[in-house]
């Protein structure tokens, strides 16, 4: 039997919920993970284990047939979390604990030892699960913060097994990471990997300080020597899949009138009542790390400065509801709301609204129709890890029109220097960055992506997968070498 792939996220690419008295409803699940490794997962010889996305008080056997069918379809092992790990794993140590530290929000992140407690537990049940799995010379690929001490179990109780471990957030340098008390355990959980990849360059850094200055190994260049094998980090910029967007946005243009969608119609008739007004786009899951209330109060400025804009520019917000059990995602719901009603009450004429706000999850067809109307996209998160919204706005841009406003907090500015890089905290540059797009020349637009465009097409996803497994394959002969000597 061929050998498989065994990918471990927290969450799977599909998202089951029960609706109506015992309805499954089954829907993609949204996240630069989900979205990227769902491709990879496609056309690969994987088998995909995550949360099911409900907990087990919620399953009666019924159900339970029904989600296995479900993920059994789409390569995938479901696992139920009690609602205790899950408030306990999820909602608390993953992200009230890691997620703001890891994107430098100290002020938000709590240290509590139940959270912890629970956190273990429920890597070890992801652990057994991929045991459980596991067939000689099956691969095992890791993924995100979540699951940071997976490796290392599995690792313990398969020492021979190859392990490949992806952290999509950024990894923070050593002084904000020191302060973490559990801070040798998630080190010596991920060292359970043969290869660790980040994002950028500066992640694995970060990294590599860590475990030499909190657990004392060598490090070299890429390299970690532990007692009997070493380990590998590297980065790898993901990237998207480039031509499903391209595709998606040359066949939104090929659509008769009636074959639009309500929202594109929308969309052109505000074009029609107010030519020569430009739209910006945002597309972010509502968290605090994406900059959202600072883009508001930015646009804001912009308004106020540039008044000649006014009614001829219109700010189109898509925010995503996300992780809305943990206290600071419910503030910043209630700051946008107040923020968004103040300057559209603020600035709003008979016929012009300056900002549309939608808070909801969109299918992907209404992503093209918003991607392929924006003249301008306005990305502002104050931390990153990549932000894969960024790419897929410039893969949709399929005649080359179009500007991007991207912040330097982004993993994602690394690779789009034509793009307009700003500082998220900079609202006089962001103002001027918009001025700048709104009056730039659509031959310089043309121009700055049609660079971006061929470095996004050289670096897709499936490059980025391959360049992982590679990587991932490479171990192995450092690990027999080491072995005989
Ligand atoms: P993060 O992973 O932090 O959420 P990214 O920008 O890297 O941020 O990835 C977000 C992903 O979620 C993108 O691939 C985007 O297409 C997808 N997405 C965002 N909004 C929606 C939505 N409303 N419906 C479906 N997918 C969405
Ligand atoms: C980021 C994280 C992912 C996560 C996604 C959505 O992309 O890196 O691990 O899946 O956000 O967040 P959620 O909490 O809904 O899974």
Not at 9 to 20: F, G, M, T, V, Y
Not at 57 to 77: D, G, H, S
Not at 92 to 100: A, D, E, H, L, Q
Not at 398 to 408: A, M, P, R, W, Y
Request: proline share 4%; aromatic share 10%; with cysteine.
């Amino acid at each position: 039997m061929k050998n498989k792939t065994i990918i471990v996220s927290n969450r799977l690419p599909l998202q089951i919920s029960i609706e109506n008295d015992n309805d499954v409803k089954i829907s993609p699940s949204v996240g630069g993970l989900a979205t990227g490794m769902k491709s990879v997962h496609q056309e690969g010889d994987s088998l995909w284990i995550g949360w099911s996305g409900l907990t087990e008080e919620e399953v009666n056997p019924e159900i339970q047939k029904e989600i296995n069918t479900a993920a059994e379809q789409e390569k995938c092992l479901a696992i139920n979390l009690t609602e205790q790990e899950l408030d306990d794993y999820y909602y608390g140590f993953s992200n009230r604990t890691i997620w703001p530290l890891f994107h430098y929000f100290m002020e938000y992140t709590k240290f509590d030892e139940e959270q912890w407690k629970g956190y273990k537990k429920v890597n070890e049940k992801f652990a057994e699960k991929i045991i459980e799995n596991l067939e000689d010379g099956d691969t095992v690929w890791i993924h995100d913060y979540q699951l940071l001490l997976v490796p290392g179990m599995v690792k313990e109780s398969k020492p021979n097994v190859t392990i490949g471990f992806f952290l999509h957030i950024p990894f923070p340098s050593y002084e904000v990471f020191r302060t973490l008390p559990w801070r040798e355990s998630l080190l010596k959980g991920m060292l359970g990997a043969d290869l660790l990849g980040f994002h950028t360059y500066d992640y694995e850094r970060h990294f590599l300080s860590s475990v030499s200055r909190i657990l004392r190994h060598e490090t070299q260049f890429n390299e970690i020597t532990l007692k009997n094998r070493i380990v590998k980090v590297d980065s790898f910029p993901m990237g998207i899949d480039y031509e499903k967007f391209e595709q998606a946005a040359l066949e939104h243009f090929e659509k008769t009138q009636d074959q639009k969608s309500e929202l594109q119609a929308r969309l052109d008739q505000h074009l029609e009542t107010s030519p020569g007004s430009k739209m910006i786009l945002s597309i972010d899951r509502l968290d605090y790390t994406k900059g959202i209330a600072n883009r508001i109060r930015a646009f804001e400025h912009f308004l106020e400065k540039y008044p000649q804009f006014k009614e001829k520019v219109r700010l189109i917000m898509l925010a995503v509801p996300s992780r809305s059990n943990v206290p600071q995602y419910q503030k910043l719901k209630r700051e946008i709301d107040e923020l968004v009603g103040r300057i559209n009450g603020k600035f709003s004429t008979v016929s012009w609204t300056p900002i549309w706000y939608f808070y909801r999850s969109m299918p992907f067809d209404n992503l093209i129709d918003l991607y392929t109307s924006s003249d301008i996209a306005l990305l502002t998160p104050r931390r990153d890890g990549m932000n894969l919204v960024a790419k897929e706005y410039i893969a949709t841009r399929t005649d080359l029109s179009g500007v991007l406003i991207l912040s330097e907090m982004a993993g994602a500015a690394h690779e789009m220097n034509e793009a307009l890089i700003i500082n998220p905290n900079n609202y006089d540059q962001i103002a001027d960055a918009l001025k700048q797009a709104f009056e730039m020349p659509l031959k310089e637009q043309k121009a700055r992506n049609k660079i971006i465009q061929r470095r996004l097409k050289r670096y897709g996803i499936k490059k980025w997968a391959d360049e992982f497994m590679k990587a991932l394959e490479g171990t192995k002969v450092n690990h027999i070498s080491k072995k005989a000597t």
